[in-house]
């Protein structure tokens, strides 16, 4: 039987965790997994007592882990962070804002267990494409990519991260080099166990925050990506990600 973890990184979330808390309590009948919180130094006061009080009450969490870091770090850090400190075999990534539809992780279980051995699986969200694929390399992973937001389930393989810490929320280029590294295989699942929400103002997606430093991320994670799908033989791709990031540093050093 396959074990889960859920990492949550949290950043000045702390109205957004009490609802993620009763969506975790729903998101299994049967499937037993851990809980590890990654508290990003968003220097507000969430109630982890509490929270953490009413997770436990759920039979279905055999753990509960809370580690905070001195200071804010990055989604990306504080995921492979979480990452590292999993012991089960398979680590789900939640953002703190959002929910798990209910009997979320049963339907993961089913799902990965039903199917071969798949290293990166992608969730649908009530907005993300519901294309199947599956292969043994990152082919998979670029055709979903820009497809809407996922759920995103690693399997946990040898001492490396999914993630570049660096490039905060920008994960494919960590994605990519992880499946590069140890030759991992994707598949995508039309199951939606994550309600996607919108309603965060400390959200990296919001529109017109942050833009400089965006542009500059943008421009690093496209040039570093450009490089791996090229040396990967995807080669189309590569030299769209190559033209993209070129067209971002310009963006970023012409009006910054």
Known sequence: MLSFSVVIPAYKSSKYIPRLVESIINSSQKTFFDVIFVDNGGHEEIDWQKNIYKLSQCTQISKILLIKNKKNRGVTFSRNRGYLLSKSDY?????SDDLFTPNAIDIIASDLDRSSIVDVALFSTQYSSNIKCESKNAYCLIKDYGQG???LV???IGKGVPFCGALKGHEFYGLLKFLYKYGGAVKTFS???RVYTQDNENSLTI???NIPTRIKLMAIHHIKSSYLLLIQGFLFTGIIFLLKGIYRFLQFYLKY
Not at 91 to 95: N, Q, T
């Open 91 to 95: 680590v789900i990534f939640m953002d």
């Open 149 to 151: 937001e996922r759920l």
């Open 154 to 156: 690693v399997r946990k």
């Open 191 to 193: 199951s939606v166990v």
């Open 207 to 209: 529109e017109n925050k």
